[in-house]
């Protein structure tokens, strides 16, 4: 990529390679990557003015340090923000990232213990069926006749 020679170049520099928010501004990578870079100018500027008695650089001074600048500073200075950001974003979010995690983990369990309500429903109804089947057949192995019962025990003195 071609050398930049001033602070308009590297903004324009990142944001072509960042792009535009959905709002239509400057992609926040771009942003801070540009403010790296001034950062870094910023600080030269502070060195230069020590080493030459509080004296300011010069544009030619300026252009010349933007252009000793090779293309893998700019990529560094791109890298750079785009990990910051993604560690401030992550820590930003921590809370809500844990909330999430533990709400995951509640439905992934839910999911698979779901089958508890189930069970204890056919378990009941198997109970409820064996009972069933063991009446009818006490009722047909035994010689009980419901009809004899009632005459005996409601009507007592009917000469059964």
Known sequence: MAAVSGPEQVYNRFVSAA??????????IALFSYALVEKDRYDWIAHH????????????????????????YFREKQSFALS?????ARSLLEDEIEW??????????????????????NLVCNF??????????????????PIDWV??????????
Do not use: C, T
């Open 100 to 121: 999430q995690r533990k709400e995951a983990i509640k439905e992934y369990i839910g999911a698979k213990l779901g089958f508890l309500n189930q069970l204890w429903i």
């Open 49 to 72: 003015r020590q080493e030459n008695g509080g004296g300011s650089p010069s544009d030619s001074d300026m252009e010349s340090w933007f252009r000793s600048k090779p293309d893998s």
């Open 19 to 28: 792009g535009y928010d959905e709002d239509g501004d400057p992609d926040a």
């Open 151 to 160: 005459k005996a025990h409601l009507f007592p003195g009917s000469g059964h």
């Open 128 to 145: 409820a069926f064996l009972v069933l089947v063991g009446a009818v057949a006490a009722y047909i192995f035994s010689d009980f006749s």
């Open 84 to 88: 910051w950001y993604k560690s401030f």
